[in-house]
């Protein structure tokens, strides 16, 4: 069979003209039950699209073989960490990747006891009582469910590694800074300041554009120590037991294809390493793997994605990546993770100041009633907005909310109250944004309003989201005020400190609209089973020889729900830490 058969094999593994829909994936034409059939457990027995092998290249038709010690397949900030740590200790590596470039979204890192929080005063590191708390917190939230000895592995080594790497990225000319900590009224999510992100000097770079920098810095030091990234390479299916797809042995080769369409394969002495980002953007693997996600967002992916991916995304909240890892894990036996998969999920109601949150003021429905207790995070607060009905919400405040605060910290510097009120006024009067999340809106709307009355307010609001009821919207706002004065929320018992009257003119408002990008979705985290040694392993819990996986798709490192309790978990713990380690032991196999 043609070479062409192993790309037309990736294709096959997305809905097609020839497959059925069954329970809201798809099965091979010929396997699935007919429309009128009743679904049954029997029928979990029948195969995914993903689950079928692609077709092996001919070996006449593999144009060159590449042997390293360790073959990372990746080049995002968990691989580039991996490969850089391995090659620090001696092992000869070799990386390569479907992208054009190295790739990172986001900037946060969380480290506990680094020599940089040292240097700023932050009193915290492993053994202390706030991170107990913290992580105490992090495992109660996720229900017990998460890999605890991936989570230990990440808490002991932190400090070492996120050091090590502040020294990588300053080699680079990158300075770390330390995000502030996150503030919960009720004393329960409070977040000490642990999460770095990295800024160039020109000032570019943070907590939501640092990432890219950060993985650039590390290629080009994987480069200058004599390593070799192989850029626009798409691996297709893992070599096992010297059998394309093999069943037994040890993991030793991938089998990759470049832009021009040639073959390459790559023979790891050691160990091959998986590190190719989630699975989003794979309809079939997220109707399977992530049914919920799936169902709230899959009018929202960008699923042709699938067949075409952007493998240069970043901050892209319709989807990433095809799962092209997974895949291939699968093919050769590993088993996936025992948990349900977490989404990264935030954004509820906007925040006064318009940083990524869950703003804390009155959260109103289109009905004009509060649906939630207000004081919690961006992780949680998205996920309240999807259970409503038409998943949109808004808050209300007036411009004597400025003046509880002497100064307001944002993304762009420190504002005044009276500048703050500028800028909430700046916000109402700018013009619909044209695209949202990463994705156009094909009718943008307004969600930021001014107004002298109340009335006048709301009545914005509902020109341009018609179910808003205003009457109701005008007595729950009035409730809410009362309760402020009073010191007591009678609904919704949020404390007294964060409780403020809404009635000094101007007033402001801000809405979410889930059709124009709000609660919004950025990866899937989870895949294959994997222990604490990063390794791959079947059913049975029984390592692969050969072959570890690590980011994104490092199976049941989270539970539940993407929750922010550590601000940077996932660049700290994941792309960090755990990727640090795994190229460290696999430099000394």
């Known amino acids: 069979m043609g070479g062409t058969a192993a790309l037309a094999g990736i294709s096959a593994c997305s809905p097609s003209s020839n ?78 990747a479907s992208s054009t470039k190295p790739v990172g979204r986001g900037g946060s890192n969380t480290g506990i006891g680094t020599k940089y929080q040292k240097e700023v005063g932050i009193e915290i590191d492993k053994d202390s009582p706030e991170c107990d708390r913290l992580f105490k917190i992090q495992n109660i939230c996720g229900g017990y469910l998460q890999n605890q000895k991936l989570w ?68 080009d030091t994987f480069a200058e120590r004599g390593g070799t990234i192989d850029f626009n390479t798409r691996a297709i299916y893992l070599i096992r037991g010297g059998e394309p797809n093999g069943q037994s042995g040890r993991v030793e080769a991938v089998v990759a294809q470049r832009e021009d369409g040639s073959y390459v394969k790559y023979v790891a002495n ?40 952007d493998w240069d995304a970043g901050l892209n909240y319709t989807g990433l990546y095809p799962g092209d890892g997974h895949k291939m894990g699968l093919w050769i036996g590993a088993a996936w993770q025992r948990n349900p998969v977490t989404p990264i999920i935030n954004c509820g109601v906007p925040s006064v100041d318009f940083l990524q949150g869950n703003g804390w003021l009155i959260n109103l429905d289109e009905t004009g009633h509060r649906f939630q207790r207000e004081t919690t995070n961006f992780g949680y607060g998205g ?57 156009p809106l094909a009718d943008p709307k307004k969600i930021r309003f001014s107004a002298d009355t109340i009335d006048d307010l709301l ?11 205003i009457e109701a919207a005008k007595e729950s706002i009035a409730k809410y005020s009362q309760y402020a004065k009073q010191g007591n929320d009678e609904e919704f018992h949020v404390k007294a400190s964060v409780l403020y009257p809404i009635e000094t003119p101007p007033f402001f408002a801000a809405c979410t609209s889930f059709a124009n990008g709000s609660s919004t979705f950025l990866t899937v985290c989870g895949g294959l089973r994997t222990n604490e040694n990063m390794q791959v392993c079947t059913e049975d819990d029984s390592p692969i020889e050969g072959l570890y996986n690590t980011g994104i798709m490092t199976g049941d490192f989270y539970a539940m729900q993407y929750n922010f309790v550590f601000p940077g978990q996932n660049l700290g713990g994941l792309h960090c830490t755990l990727s640090y380690l795994l190229g460290r032991d696999l430099a000394k196999l």
């Open 152 to 219: 230990t592995k990440w808490r002991n080594n932190s400090a070492e590694s996120m050091d090590w790497m502040i020294d990588i990225m300053a080699a680079k000319g990158l300075t770390p800074l330390m995000e502030r900590g996150y503030y919960d009224p009720d004393g329960v999510l409070d977040a000490p300041q642990t999460s770095h992100n990295f800024y160039n000097a020109d000032g570019e770079g943070g907590e939501l554009f640092g990432a890219p920098m950060m993985a650039q810095a590390y290629a």
């Open 459 to 469: 009545q914005q609001l509902k020109e341009v989201h018609p179910n808003v009821d």
């Open 19 to 96: 497959e059925e829909e069954v329970g809201g994936g798809t099965s091979p034409s010929g396997s699935a039950p007919g429309a009128d059939t009743v679904l049954t457990a029997d029928s979990l027995d029948l195969k995914w699209s993903f689950e079928i092998p692609v077709d092996p290249v001919p070996d006449d038709q593999i144009a060159e073989t590449i042997s390293a010690d360790i073959i990372v397949v990746g080049a995002g900030l968990s691989a580039l960490c991996t490969a850089v740590s391995a090659q620090e200790q001696g092992a000869d590596v070799r990386v390569f």
């Open 383 to 439: 996920l309240a907005l999807l259970n409503l009905t038409n998943k949109f919400a808004f808050t209300v405040w007036d411009s004597a909310l400025a003046y509880t605060k002497t100064e307001w910290a944002g993304f762009m510097g420190v504002l005044t109250p009276d500048e703050q009120i500028e800028a909430w006024k700046a916000a109402a009067d700018a013009p619909p944004e044209s695209s949202s999340m990463g994705a």
């Open 270 to 309: 050691r160990a091959i390493v998986l590190a190719t980002g989630d699975f989003s953007v794979n309809r079939d693997m997220m109707a399977r793997y992530a049914p919920w996600t799936y169902e709230n967002y899959k009018d929202i992916i960008t699923w042709d994605r699938e067949e075409k991916p």
